[in-house]
């Protein structure tokens, strides 16, 4: 089975802070992918990755940056932490086969103050 | 752009009754669809997919969907829901040919009444 993990499921930091949101997957996945999620809003996507190093804005990257030293590891950044960044942060995987479908962490529920 | 509507933010039904679940999409070329449901407190995961082939897809849980080109309608459906299947549903569309991203509906929300 596929496994990605989220660093945190709760997180409360304040307002300026610097955030890191760490993703981890174990199925040698090439696609790694940063949601959030917002009541009514579904899931945006932020940044995604296709591969170690190599990144592309999603729909929402305002605000945001990323990381991935590591084909296992995504890391999503939130520079100054700013209280409209209130969200869930969800981490997914693709493989780039014929499975497609997306394989998602338990997400991360941070709340800025 | 592609998009994907889900017209029910909230879903109510009783436990027996059956439940179909609507989803909308717009885009170009056939899909790939999928359906996926979020307990509270948790992440998404996947119920069922749809690429080519027989419309009518089975699902885990006794889900299914029926892709329907014409109406570019994903509809799913349970034929007799249990209180456990109280959560959020969402329904994507992949868009694997341009830059393997996924778009989701806005969600809906199930509530089961005893």
């Known amino acids: 089975d596929v496994k990605v993990t989220q660093s945190s499921r709760y997180l409360v930091k304040r307002t300026g802070e610097k955030v890191f949101l760490e993703c981890v997957q174990d199925?040698?996945?090439?696609?790694m992918f940063w949601y959030r999620q917002d009541p009514g809003l579904g899931l945006r996507l932020i940044y995604f990755?296709?591969?170690?190093?190599?990144?592309e804005k999603g729909d929402i990257p305002e605000g945001y940056s990323v990381s991935r030293e590591k084909k296992e590891r995504f890391s999503l950044i939130l520079e100054s932490a700013s209280t409209n960044q209130t969200s869930m942060y969800l981490c997914?995987?693709?493989?780039?086969?014929?499975?497609?479908?997306?394989?998602f962490g338990p997400g991360t529920r941070l709340t800025v103050t | 752009a592609q998009s994907v509507t889900q017209p029910d933010i909230h879903i109510t039904v009783s436990e027996g009754a059956s439940l179909e679940l609507r989803c909308n999409y717009s885009?170009?070329?056939?899909?790939?669809l999928f359906w996926y449901v979020q307990s509270p407190g948790q992440g998404l995961q996947l119920l069922l997919k749809?690429?080519?082939?027989?419309?009518l897809v089975q699902g885990i849980k006794g889900f299914e969907a029926e892709f329907k080109r014409s109406q570019s309608s994903f509809n799913l459906r349970k034929p007799s829901v249990h209180w456990s299947d109280a959560a959020e549903y969402f329904c994507a569309v992949g868009v694997y040919q341009f830059n393997n991203d996924m778009r989701f509906g806005a969600g809906t929300r199930l509530t089961v009444k005893p």
């Open positions: 997914a995987t693709y493989p780039g086969t014929s499975s497609y479908e997306q394989y």
């Open positions: 885009y170009g070329a056939t899909p790939y």
């Open positions: 990755s296709y591969d170690v190093k190599m990144k």
């Open positions: 199925m040698d996945h090439e696609n």
């Open positions: 749809y690429f080519s082939g027989d419309t």
